[in-house]
């Protein structure tokens, strides 16, 4: 075979190919085309084989012409191999289509209570500035209660809070600041103290705002010069990270035996911003906590020198904070724990 | 307390002083005026004279009325007031009138057919206090005297209704406040103004016919004022009995009034007696008396030694400051009167009336300290009111205990001490300017101040006047000298807020519930403490009784209420401290009622054992707390199924119960558990230290066998865990079934084979199977399932 009829040969081979090709649709007719065009049996192999009759002149062009042609035929194959494995891809993806609206396999989330994602709220504030967690028992004695924070039995305040009696001298604590005391006297005059105690307290007393059990939260500070103004600081700060930066916060002289001078801190009302509406009681101003300056009675009666040492104390009342927070009605909603409740409390 | 403006401002120039401005500086001074109240509102009204009555046709209570309303001219109106009749003269509130009380606006109408141009009003329509009407006047349109003024606009003013109420929240620290005199004493400190001062009347020459003694130390004053030939006004003048009702207080007679009138002035507690009742002229007050002692009402009470009375030397007149005796009831046309005006211990009074279960309005003044001094200004006010309520009388005698020993102190006062407390900057002239507003007398480094102030004793009762007199603005809120500190370990909180984040990433919801529970509640579900709980001695209702030493029962109660109110599904946790007798606890409740619900698409199921014990394990887990650390071991506690509830014990301490509840209890699908949280918070947790891993492959090997007589699958684990054969490493469950044909239980394990050192060949693995095989034959009976007798 010379180099014309060579050409004329592969001419017509091509020809042959790319008309085949154009048939194949799947893997099958894919391989009977490689066997046929490039296997063993193929021209392209006879023509390779006739190369040791070609003129030794010619055998160098012989070679490169079907070299190239072999690569021509291969790369037919090889385009459809891919072109034949993208769209089997493509087929196997378009069958895997989901709705993605559908809901996931998973377990519902539950929930926090509303009352201890305040509580954690305002813990995690008052641990950023450096203050303990405190706690006491709830089976409290009256010298905790009521005595070492100055309420002496003859007290008038007594009557401000009406506690529980388990027995003589035991009741259950009526605030938090019971705790006050038994941290000051286990710290046998040392300072500072920086704590906050959250917990249950207990009243006799009931309607839609007061439940017989509630729960506060009681911030302490005794040290060298602690200041009104520290507490005032504080306060301000803590009621906007509870409510919002935008609240206003205002303070009242008040009375607390445990403490003077004494305030209420109020909060410009969230829900009409001031103007007055039913939360505010028409006033623009909702009534948050009671705090003040530790009376140096308390210190003394805790074994402090009220000479070297001064300090403030705050209490909060964690229902009242949920119930302005997220609008409940009742405070028995707290304790009556039904799910449609439950479940709207998410975050922490 | 209620004020009436009115009043306050015959005592002290309210004249610049309007209400709202009162308001305002009393609330940011200590005082939150926590109402303001109309006495009566009504802008439209006049006084006006019915001149025609008929009776409207087609009605039994309507009436036809033409009322003449001076320069307003004479207007039909309808009227529905059974007391309307020709001549009264009666309030009308005209076209455009608008009552608050009733929420109205009066307008032009037409009533069954006839024009009205007006409206007869009642006093409740003005919006007066129902509580001070009678029943006449609540029943009908307010009938106004023959003399009123017809055309008068200002009814209000006419009939003395045009006050406001301050209703004022006088906190315990200043009883001096429970009175006008003391509220206006404030205010005139509050506001620059002339101090009220009360003018001497009692005279120096008043004989002392009257015997009176106190043979107790809880009674250091005690005054009797003889009043003879006393006859009283008809009634307590209209002005008078408005300031009465004004302040909460309803007039009774006279006499009554008098006193009371005189009580609320200057906040001295009064006792009138009928000196007919006393022959013997004598009055001694003693605290030894024991025994029964019978009020004017008719009551027994039982006296203890402590108890004030005052007795006339054989017969107890009253129990002193609280309550009169039957013997001594004073006559209402009675013209001997002895007054009494005394101090008695605060804290005797209010344990005797709180023991008794007495209160009153006397009773609640005695109960606050007081000033014995503030007794001769008391008396020198009731002399003044005397002609308004007397028509004639005469004085005859004055009879005075005094065993009061005066001790006026100076109280220190330190400018720099004030403010670095407060962190504020007051001037000298500041706190001068405060002195001297309330009386206070000081003279650079002390202070002294007025009688009736008993609540400042010392420097931080001064530093609260101050704060409290200027705005609150005045102290700067500021960070500077609060004291840094750094915190110790809080890793148990930490945890316990772990586990609870867990538990509510476990689907389960957070619930807090009442510590104080029933008797029945309290007896049941006890897991950790049989002890009795503490029980309150005065409970409010027997529902909240016990303080629980458990907090599963509560859980139950829950779970009741919830499916009570048709939340089944439930899947709920409680974490609390418990005060029991042996201490504080903290324990974990959790319960789950009915199916695991999952997001709907995947598959729900029915809660079971193994749903409760998964949350336990893996608060075990969260831990760091080993499994070789605790057993578990079938429960004893008989509110749980005998056979799907499990005590888990650390050594020889029981730390939870779970598992389904008895169906004695409950026929339901209800799963409970108690564990003791703050024992396993407290425990160390194991220290986590790494293990290198094999890198050669594991191969896995599934074996089925019979189960008999009750064998656990632990049993097994156990049983092959010991085999001496380093390339067994792990064993898991993948399967247990029951065969319903044969009614045979089976179990598939999966046993994990693997060497650190190479990759074991199958004629090791098999070996190693062989001797699990045997070993479970061995020590169990156990036989590889379709290799037993069927
Ligand atoms: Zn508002």
């Known amino acids: 075979m010379n180099l014309e009829q060579l050409s004329q040969a592969i001419e017509e081979e091509r020809k042959v190919c790319l008309e085949e090709i154009k048939e194949v649709d799947n893997i099958d007719k894919l391989n009977l085309f490689k066997g046929k065009h490039i296997g063993k049996k193929s021209l392209l192999t006879e023509l390779f084989a006739s190369m040791r009759n070609v003129d030794a002149n010619d055998k160098k062009e012989y070679g490169k012409m079907l070299t190239s042609f072999r690569e021509e035929v291969n790369s037919l194959f090889v385009n459809k191999e891919k072109e034949l494995a993208d769209k089997k891809l493509l087929e196997k993806i378009n069958n895997e289509k989901v709705d993605i609206t559908l809901p996931p396999y998973s377990l519902p989330l539950g929930s926090y209570h509303p009352l201890t994602l305040i509580t954690e709220e305002m813990v995690s504030f008052f641990k950023g500035l450096g203050f303990e967690v405190a706690s006491g028992p709830e089976v409290e004695t009256e010298r905790n209660n009521f005595e070492l924070v100055n309420i002496p039995s003859d007290h008038p305040s007594r009557d401000m809070q009406d506690s529980f009696v388990v027995d003589k001298g035991i009741v259950l604590r009526s605030h938090t600041s019971a705790v006050q005391s038994r941290v000051m006297q286990s710290a046998n005059g040392q300072s500072p103290i920086k704590i906050i105690c959250p917990g249950k307290v207990y009243r006799r007393d009931s309607d839609a705002t007061h439940s017989h059990q509630f729960e506060q939260m009681e911030g302490l500070v005794i040290s060298s010069d602690a200041t009104f103004a520290n507490l005032l600081e504080l306060l301000t700060k803590v009621l906007r990270h509870l409510f919002g930066e935008k609240r206003e916060v205002r303070f009242r002289p008040s009375y607390f035996p445990f403490t003077e001078p004494s305030i209420e801190a109020d909060i410009s009302c969230f829900e009409c911003n001031g103007k007055g509406c039913s939360l505010c009681k028409h006033t623009g101003w909702i009534e948050i906590l009671g705090a003040g300056m530790v009376h140096p009675n308390v210190l003394r009666l805790n074994g402090y020198d009220d000479n070297k040492v001064q300090g403030f104390a705050f209490g909060i009342g964690i229902d009242r904070v949920a119930m302005l927070k997220y609008g409940i009605d009742d405070i028995k909603r707290f304790y009556l724990d039904d799910v449609r409740f439950l479940r709207q409390f998410k975050k922490e | ?410 109280i220190p006062f330190s400018l720099e001490k004030l403010n670095k407390r407060l962190g504020s900057s007051y001037t000298e002239d500041e706190v001068k300017k405060v002195f001297s507003s309330y009386r206070f007398d000081y003279d650079g480094h002390s202070v002294l101040p007025p009688i009736d102030r008993v609540d400042i004793l010392e420097q931080c009762d001064l530093d609260e006047e101050i704060f409290r007199y200027y705005d609150a603005s005045k102290v700067t809120p500021s960070i500077a000298n609060f004291p840094i500190s750094i915190p110790s370990d809080d890793s148990r909180r930490e945890n316990l807020n772990i586990i609870r984040s867990m538990l509510v990433c476990r689907g389960l919801s957070e619930c807090i519930s009442y510590t104080l529970l029933s008797k029945e509640e309290d007896r049941s579900f006890r897991v950790f403490d049989n002890d009795e709980s503490y029980r309150v001695l005065n409970p409010m209702t027997n529902i909240h009784e016990y303080v629980r030493s458990d907090i599963l029962s509560s859980m139950y109660s829950l779970i009741e209420y919830n499916k009570r109110n048709q939340n089944n599904d439930l899947a709920l946790f409680e974490i609390s401290d418990v005060d029991t007798k042996k201490g504080v606890k903290t324990y974990l409740s959790i319960g789950l009622s009915d199916d695991l619900k999952m997001m709907d698409q995947a598959k729900a199921h029915s809660y079971s054992f193994f749903d409760i014990k998964g949350h336990i394990l893996s608060i075990l887990e969260k831990l760091n707390i080993n499994p070789s650390r605790y057993r578990l071991v079938p429960s004893s506690n008989n509110s749980f199924h005998p056979y799907q509830s499990a005590d888990l014990y650390i050594g020889k301490d029981l730390v939870a119960t779970f598992g389904k509840i008895h169906p004695s209890i409950s026929s339901d699908n209800i799963y409970l558990a108690e564990i003791n949280l703050g024992y396993l918070l407290d425990l160390k947790g194991m220290k986590t230290k790494f293990v290198a891993y094999s890198t050669f492959p594991i191969v896995k090997r599934d074996l089925s066998f019979k189960l008999y007589n009750g064998v656990t699958y632990e049993a097994i684990k156990k049983s092959i865990m010991k085999i001496k054969d380093e390339s067994i490493i792990d064993v898991h469950l993948f399967d247990y079934f029951r065969d319903k044909k044969t009614n045979s239980d089976y179990i598939g394990i999966t046993i994990y084979l693997g060497s650190d050192k190479k990759t074991l060949k199958d004629e090791e693995i098999n070996a190693s199977i062989e001797k699990v095989i045997l070993a479970v034959k061995g020590d169990l009976g156990l036989v590889l399932k379709g290799q037993d007798d069927e």
């Open chain 2, 1 to 410: 307390m209620l004020f009436s403006y009115n009043l306050l401002s015959e005592i002290i120039d309210l004249k610049n002083i309007d209400v709202s401005t009162l308001t305002e500086r009393l609330t940011f001074s200590g005082f939150e005026v926590e109402d303001v109240l109309k006495m009566a509102s009504g802008d439209k009204l006049v006084i006006g004279q019915i001149i025609e009555c008929k009776k409207h046709p087609d009605s039994d209570h309507l009436h036809l009325l033409k009322v003449d309303c001076g320069e307003e001219g004479i207007l039909p109106i309808v009227c529905g007031a059974p007391n309307a009749r020709v001549g009264l003269k009666v309030i009308v509130a005209l076209v455009g009138c608008n009552l608050p009380a009733l929420n109205i606006v009066i307008k032009e109408s037409e009533i069954r057919g006839y024009d009205s141009k007006g409206m007869c009003c009642s006093l409740v329509e003005l919006g007066v206090n129902k509580e001070f009407l009678t029943e006449k006047q609540l029943n009908g349109i307010e009938e106004l005297p023959e003399d009123a003024p017809i055309g008068e606009r200002d009814v209000l003013s006419y009939l003395k209704l045009d006050d406001t109420i301050l209703d004022i929240n006088v906190l315990p620290n200043r009883p001096d406040c429970l009175s006008y005199l003391g509220m206006a004493r404030e205010i005139a400190g509050l506001f620059n103004l002339e101090s009220p001062s009360v003018p001497k009347v009692l005279s120096n020459d008043l004989p002392s016919i009257v015997a009176v003694g106190s043979n107790t130390a809880h009674c250091v004053r005690f005054d009797i004022l003889s009043i003879r030939d006393a006859v009283s006004v008809k009634n307590t003048p209209l002005k008078i009995r408005n300031f009465l009702e004004a302040s909460g207080v309803r007039s009774i007679s006279p006499l009554v009034d008098l006193g009371n009138f005189t009580m609320l002035l200057s906040g001295q507690p009064i006792n009138v007696y009928d000196a007919d009742k006393n022959p013997f002229g004598k009055y001694i007050v003693r605290d030894d008396y024991e025994g029964e002692f019978i009020a004017f009402d008719n009551k027994k009470y039982e006296l203890k030694k402590g108890d004030l009375v005052v007795s006339d030397g054989e017969r107890n007149l009253c129990l002193a400051g609280i309550m009169a005796s039957i013997d001594a009831p004073v006559k209402e046309n009675t013209t001997k009167v002895d007054i009494e005006f005394a101090i008695f211990d605060h804290v005797s009074i209010r344990h005797t009336s709180s023991r008794l279960g007495l209160t009153s309005f006397s009773q609640q003044l005695f109960s606050k300290e007081r000033n014995p001094l503030l007794v001769n200004e008391s008396i020198d006010i009731l002399l003044s009111l005397l002609p308004y309520f007397l028509e004639s009388y005469t004085i005859t005698s004055y009879s005075s205990y005094d065993g009061f020993k005066q001790e006026r102190v100076r």
